[in-house]
T-cell receptor, first 112, second 116 residues
Framework: AQSVSQHNHHVILSEAASLELGCNYSYGGTVNLFWYVQYPGQHLQLLLKYFSGDPLVKGIKGFEAEFIKSKFSFNLRKPSVQWSDTAEYFC??????????FGKGTHLIIQP | EAGVAQSPRYKIIEKRQSVAFWCNPI?????LYWYQQILGQGPKLLIQFQNNGVVDDSQLPKDRFSAERLKGVDSTLKIQPAKLEDSAVYLC??????????????FGAGSRLTVL
């Protein structure tokens, strides 16, 4: 069965700090990996995705993630966070046309 | 393009009552999903439709939950009778069918259910 583990449930950073959110997954087969974000009062939206090719993928708003197959990881990074990055971040895994399995999420708070 | 539409946005019911949620996916999206998101947790897949056929309903509590997607477009999720633990946000999502679009889900705003 597929599963996703997000290491940090709550993260508090100051503006301009660097961010890395951990995500490990378990999936039997070719895997597609995603990060979704939910800003306060808004619906879930896609931040970035990995299907194949370059393991370093770039998404919206300066976010990037690196797929490390040997570690079953897909960590999210941003070199300098902004107050507007305050949100809930979800890592998700799926294959083919399967529905996605989500992690429990990381609540990120950026202090001005 | 118009997004995924859901209604109602909020619903409060007492336990043992019934409730129904409606979803209209993005036009042309063949795949539709219902997720349950309990406070403090990630979304959990309840059911996946491909057009009007069920692809995966392995995590749907079939004794009380039901879902249908008539004509391969709109979908309805019903809970009858509701339990306290059904309090959650019910998310609808849709995606294109095919390698280029499969798996990239677009979510609606969700329907928040409170069971008293």
């Amino acid at each position: 069965a597929q599963s996703v583990s997000q290491h940090n449930h709550h993260v508090i950073l100051s503006e301009a700090a660097s961010l890395e959110l951990g995500c490990n997954y378990s999936y039997g087969g070719t895997v597609n990996l995603f990060w979704y974000v939910q800003y306060p009062g808004q619906h879930l939206q896609l931040l970035l995705k990995y299907f194949s090719g370059d393991p370093l993928v770039k998404g919206i708003k300066g976010f990037e993630a690196e797929f490390i197959k040997s570690k079953f990881s897909f960590n999210l990074r941003k070199p300098s966070v902004q107050w507007s990055d305050t949100a809930e971040y979800f890592c998700a895994v799926g294959g083919g046309a399967d529905g996605l399995t989500f992690g429990k999420g990381t609540h990120l708070i950026i202090q001005p | 393009e118009a997004g995924v539409a859901q209604s109602p946005r909020y619903k409060i019911i007492e336990k043992r009552q019934s409730v129904a949620f409606w979803c209209n996916p993005i036009s042309g999206h063949a795949t539709l999903y219902w997720y349950q998101q309990i406070l403090g947790q990630g979304p959990k897949l309840l059911i996946q439709f491909q057009n009007n056929g069920v692809v995966d309903d392995s995590q749907l509590p079939k004794d009380r939950f039901s879902a249908e997607r008539l004509k391969g477009v709109d979908s309805t999720l019903k809970i009858q009778p509701a339990k306290l633990e059904d309090s959650a946000v019910y998310l609808c999502a849709s995606s294109l069918w095919g390698a280029s679009g499969a798996n990239v889900l677009t979510f609606g705003a969700g329907s928040r259910l409170t069971v008293l």
